[in-house]
């Protein structure tokens, strides 16, 4: 779950269903009602083929704005290394 908490709302990833079990990963706004529009779509995960898509970019845009990732997506992003890359463009912004 990816909070954000920005001046005009907050948004949060987390996983879509889709009918052939391949779940997408996006943003949307905390304030907006469950199955509500999402503000973007930043992956997918295929659980049965074992695949996995990240829009590293986008993720790290929104976790850089205060979002909150739920704790599947948190995982999915530690193995994909996301967090790593997070701390890594934070410390090169303090140099």
């Given at each position: 779950?990816?909070?954000?908490?920005r001046s005009h709302g907050g948004s949060i990833i987390h996983?879509?269903?889709?009918?052939?079990?391949?779940?997408?990963?996006v943003a949307i706004d905390v304030?907006?009602?469950?199955?509500?529009?999402d503000l973007?779509?930043?992956?997918?995960?295929?659980p049965i083929k074992n695949q996995t898509y990240?829009?590293?970019p986008?993720?790290?845009?929104?976790?850089?704005?205060g979002a909150q990732p739920t704790g599947?997506?948190?995982?999915?992003?530690?193995?994909?290394?996301?967090f790593m890359e997070l701390?890594?463009?934070q410390q090169m912004k303090l140099n």
């Open positions: 779950m990816i909070k954000d908490h996983l879509h269903l889709s009918q052939w079990v391949v779940y997408r990963i304030r907006s009602r469950r199955e509500g529009r973007r779509r930043v992956g997918f995960y295929d990240l829009n590293v986008a993720i790290l845009y929104f976790l850089e704005k599947t997506v948190h995982d999915i992003s530690k193995k994909a290394g996301v701390s890594f463009n």
